[in-house]
């Protein structure tokens, strides 16, 4: 395969939509290719950032939590940033900024420590313990392409799971690969997903007779899961249902795997070859920047994938300027109300907002069409909780890109935080703890529900729903008794 | 575990009274089959056994066994979910996208080396009049060892076909080769331990139960013939065969095994330690903290197989990081056996591998240590503490403010919210305070004298005791403890939690380990000459998509 430099790919005439597939290839998937395909990235992050520290506050915005009110970002000096947030300033006009939301679902599910509810309703505004859908399973569904993956989620040292707490549609655990010493190290994910891109056409026969080794398998892979298939379905007339079940989804995931591999053979695009720091071991953030920087931009580039989730267990101290091997969700993460615990906290998030913004910055030197993949691309960043403190009110979260999917980037969007408060409503916690909130939660309200933010990136995808998770959160927790809206999308993301 | 274990959490819930009160662990639930105290174990009432697909340990030991000169290590899986510590839940097991990539990676990977070696795998040696019949004859014995029996008829055909399309197709016999042992080790013949015998397992089940239960890999050509010939049908039979596996040093790999999930051993991989404070507590100690555990455990199942030993045992077994934690004389090389202070150290609770792993950063934390003892050996739960509880380590100060680090919890924990469950089951943790945050012996903590006095009650237990090493005599003779270990080898071996219908059978396990006095090698023989163990339930069939 010729090196051809991917911006002069991308920017051939035919191929303006980003879809890299040869003309001879686009066959059935000529609808998907005449349209940009549209992807989303979720950074996903532990603990959260200092409450008081990372917001915005300009002067002559209103400061009080009951204030609603919005500020284009354009405007302002780094110094106008918050030391947290400061990593964004260069791609402010790229950026939504939203202050103010609230963790509402896992309030009312409230069953314990805020860590497990928050995991659970990070993505789904679901009530844990179920098999909920995560919001960006949706999204795939609206927006996968048959022979591609449907996703790509990779996770840190921390988490590799094959169940990653929540589902896709079909009712199956998602996975989330890691990419660490004892998995191969993130040279081996990247084999993984580039590995078979462009190999049709690339090799030989031997001189001496048929393709052997890996071209054999990779030549025979077609008629190896047709004959694979059929193994899995000889078992099912003996089985019972949930067993069953279980060989189909198994059969089914190797048919994708067969339809992949031979289409990925067909794709011409510029992909990695030199894959990071191969062979060796990647730490936490290490890992994130490779996934966020490398891996995501350039699979969306090719057309691989078209969603992605990072999930990020914790840095480092050493990562956050505090003493290395310190115990950081207990002896930084909860003292950050007080320094030093507070600094490394802001250290902590704005190394993640670094993280994030590079990841704008890669996904916006990718040309597409009359503007760049950024514009056909939502980025999130989501944190797992408002602050260190384990509060679920006054949530950050940082969406990138979407201007052709109907956002309206460059501005912070401060949302009122005048609901229900279920901080003020239980003075005695339903569980004999103390109801809580470490940053005067009981002078305010809650501002609009998480959901309505996963609803309203749904639909920028076409996802024809207006709620997920709890429609409603009249939960077991704090919310018991309590109505708060948790359907429709999310005003003024539109703009 | 769900009666037992749901039934106590209710109680527990609330954390008033003792932990345990009013529950029934008498296994007496009437439940399919009808099994109260006494009744006949009858095989129409064993629960639906879910399709299993291998563990990932138990994925590894059979290619190994498959593949004996390849020293397949471990390979690129990723991580299954677990419950109450194991991962061997056949709910759980299920394939994803990304495990099924993984599959077929390592496949095509173990086939191509495979194929490098051909006279290691083949029956027979091609000429171009043999191939045909090589061939035949190779999907027919390699297909028997990864099937873990003999094919059908309708496999060896299929197989067969498969095998000779390649050929034709331009594969070569070798290329052939290579491709039928890819697609085998993705077949659900090989991933999943697939039982169609209804309502009796075919002898080659059995023999696969067997198996994966003492070995952990598949069975080996004895025990295929001992099904082959119908014998495992016969509880004599299996005992015998159960103990000529026991005497095999893969039952211990595979008792190994499940001791590090049932003691969570690989926690002390991701516990960090003040360096300023344990400067000794390195990588290379940490390795050997957690080695030490492996060892422990083969140890004592190589002698008695006792959880007396198990938790009395003041032998161990040292390399040269290790025996400068304890104050030992270091081998000459690599591990060599000693014997510690008997009144410091009595077997794995004393052990620096549960010490540092149930602690904090810079002391040791008696709630932790106490709920492992509870959730891991007592088979009690909790519940989980709340949102804004501190579990942060209290620091301990100097002067006239000075505390024992028993002190400071004791403190932390007075607020009415924390007493309620804390004042249960915190002395179980108490009793470890001659113990540091990796594991080191002292009598004074912070200057102060250490006090490992305690009680704890559960239901009728009432126990007191003076230190770790009268708490782990007492937790070795524990009848509460047998049983809950016989209920955590029962499900193991079961791959699913215990459900109302297993209460007679686990009574039944229960009294025998008792009856062996803790015996973990007799439990394994129960459980293999049970009735249950050779029978599936009567599961509804629907036609195949």
């Known amino acids: 395969m010729s090196q051809l430099n991917r911006r002069r790919l991308l920017a051939g005439a035919s191929l303006a939509s980003g879809s890299l597939f040869l003309p001879s290839l686009l066959g059935d998937r000529a609808a998907h290719a005449q349209a940009p395909a549209k992807r989303l990235v979720v950074f996903y992050t532990g603990h959260g950032p200092v409450t008081g520290k990372w917001e915005l506050r300009p002067p002559g915005m209103p400061a009080t939590p009951q204030s609603e009110w919005e500020l284009p970002l354009g405007p302002l000096a780094a110094t106008d940033f918050s030391k947290t947030l400061q990593p964004l300033h260069p791609y402010r006009e790229d950026v939504l900024i939203l202050e103010g939301l609230a963790l509402t679902s896992a309030i009312a599910d409230k069953q314990g420590n805020n860590h497990g509810v928050a995991t659970g309703h990070r993505l789904t505004g679901a009530v844990a313990g179920a098999k909920h859908v995560s919001f960006d399973q949706y999204v795939a569904d609206a927006v996968a392409v048959p022979g591609r993956f449907k996703y790509l989620g990779f996770t840190d040292n921390g988490g ?336 | 575990m769900r009666l037992f274990l749901l039934a106590t959490a209710l109680v527990s819930l609330a954390c008033t009274g003792a932990i345990g009160e009013g529950v029934d662990t008498s296994g007496g639930n009437p439940g399919v089959g009808g099994s109260g105290p006494g009744a006949a174990c009858t095989p129409g009432g064993v629960p639906p056994a879910p399709l299993r697909r291998l563990s990932h340990a ?53 086939a191509i080396k495979a194929i490098a070696k051909p006279s290691a795998i083949l029956p027979c040696t091609p000429t171009p009049a043999t191939e045909v019949a090589c061939g035949a004859q190779f999907v027919d014995t390699f297909g028997a060892r990864v099937f873990r029996r003999p094919l059908t008829v309708d496999e060896k055909k299929s197989y067969t076909d498969h095998f000779n399309a390649e050929r034709a197709a331009g594969s070569g016999f070798n290329g052939a080769v290579q491709l039928t042992i890819e697609n085998m080790l993705q077949s659900p013949q090989f991933l999943y331990r697939l039982e169609f015998g209804q309502p009796k397992l075919s002898p080659y089940e059995i023999a696969s139960r067997m198996s994966y239960l003492v070995w952990g890999g598949p069975p080996d050509a004895p025990l295929l013939d001992r099904a082959r010939t119908s014998q495992l049908d016969l509880p004599a039979e299996r005992e015998k065969e159960a103990r000529r596996m026991l005497a095999d040093p893969r039952a211990r790999g595979m008792l190994v095994e499940f001791h590090r999930q049932w003691l969570d051993l690989d926690r002390i991989d991701r516990e960090a330690k003040d360096p300023k404070t344990y400067p000794l507590y390195n990588d290379a100690l940490k390795a050997a903290m957690r080695e030490e555990s492996d060892r422990l455990v083969a140890a004592v199942m190589k002698v008695d197989g006792t959880l007396r030993s198990l938790f009395t045992s003041a032998r161990t077994e040292v390399n040269a990081a290790l025996a400068k934690f304890y104050g030992a004389p270091a081998p000459v090389s690599g591990w060599a056996e000693t014997a510690l202070n008997p009144m410091e150290r009595s077997g794995f609770l004393t052990r620096p591998n549960f010490l540092a792993s149930q602690a904090h950063l810079i002391e040791g934390s008696p709630p932790l240590r106490a709920i492992f003892i509870l959730e891991r050996l007592l088979c009690q739960h909790l519940p989980p503490p709340p949102a804004d509880a501190d579990l942060s380590e209290p620091a301990a100060q100097g002067g006239t403010a000075r505390k024992t680090n028993r002190q400071l919890f004791e403190e932390r924990i007075q607020p009415a919210a924390c007493a309620g469950c804390h004042a249960l089951f915190q002395p179980l943790g108490n009793a470890f305070e001659n113990y540091d945050a990796i594991g080191r012996y002292r009598t004074m903590d912070n200057g102060l004298p250490v006090d490992a006095r305690a009680q704890f009650r559960l239901d009728t237990t009432d126990w007191q005791f003076n230190g770790a090493i009268e708490l782990s005599q007492k937790l070795g003779d524990s009848s509460l403890v047998q049983s809950c270990v016989a209920r955590h080898w029962f499900e193991y071996a079961q791959g699913r939690p215990e459900e109302a219908a297993d209460g007679c059978r686990i009574k039944e396990i229960e009294t025998a380990f008792a009856a062996a006095r803790g015996d973990v090698r007799e439990l394994l023989v129960a459980i293999v000459k049970g009735p249950e163990f050779i029978y599936s339930s009567t599961r509804p069939t629907e036609q195949g998509r």
């Not at chain 1, 060989?247 to 992949?260: E, I, N, Q, Y």
Request: proline share 6%; glycine share 10%.
């Open chain 1, 160 to 495: 590799d799971v094959n169940n990653a707490g929540f589902y896709d549609t079909a009712g199956n655990a998602v996975s989330l690969a890691r990419c660490d010493a004892f998995y191969g190290f993130c040279a081996n994910q990247f084999k993984r997903v580039f590995g078979s891109v462009g190999t049709s056409g690339m090799t030989s026969p031997a001189p001496s007779g048929p393709p052997t080794g890996i071209e054999l398998s990779r030549s025979r892979r077609q008629a190896s899961t047709d004959f694979l298939r059929d193994q899995y379905q000889r078992q099912f007339a003996r089985l019972g249902t949930e067993d069953r079940a279980k060989l189909s989804l198994h059969r089914d995931m190797l048919s994708d795997l067969g339809k992949r591999v031979a289409e990925f053979a067909q794709i011409k695009c510029e992909k990695p070859t030199d894959y990071p720091l191969n062979g060796s071991p990647l730490r936490g953030k290490e890992i994130a920047n490779v996934i966020l920087t490398k891996m995501f931009p350039t699979a969306m580039a090719c057309d691989l994938t078209r969603v992605g989730l990072f999930s990020h267990t914790q840095l480092t101290a050493a990562d956050v300027g505090a003493t290395s091997g310190l115990d950081v969700h207990q002896s930084i993460a909860h003292s950050a109300k007080t320094e030093p615990g507070m600094g490394w906290m802001e250290n902590y998030y704005r190394l993640h907002v670094d993280q994030f913004a590079k990841m704008i910055a890669a996904f916006k030197s990718v040309p597409e069409g009359s503007g760049t993949m950024l514009d056909n691309s939502i980025l999130v960043m989501s944190t797992e909780l408002a602050n260190g403190g384990h509060d679920l009110y006054r949530m950050m979260y940082l969406v990138a890109g979407g201007k052709n999917l109907g956002l309206k980037p460059g501005r912070y969007l401060k949302y009122a935080e005048t609901g229900a408060n279920p901080y003020n409503l239980f003075k005695t916690s339903p569980y004999g703890d103390r109801p809580g909130g470490n940053y005067g939660s009981t002078s305010f309200g809650l501002g609009p529900a998480h959901n309505r933010l996963l609803v309203s990136l749904m639909q920028a995808y076409g996802v024809d729903r207006n709620s997920i998770g709890l429609d409603a959160a009249v939960g077991t927790g704090y919310l018991r008794d309590v109505k708060v809206e948790m359907t429709g999308p999310l005003p003024r993301l539109k703009g």
């Open chain 2, 58 to 110: 138990e994925y590894v030991a059979t290619l190994n066994d498959l593949f004996p000169g390849l020293q397949i290590g471990r390979p690129t899986l990723v991580r299954d979910p677990g419950e109450d510590g194991f991962e061997n839940r056949a709910k759980l097991l299920n394939p994803s996208p990304l495990l099924v990539e993984q599959y077929s990676a390592i496949a095509v990977d173990v």
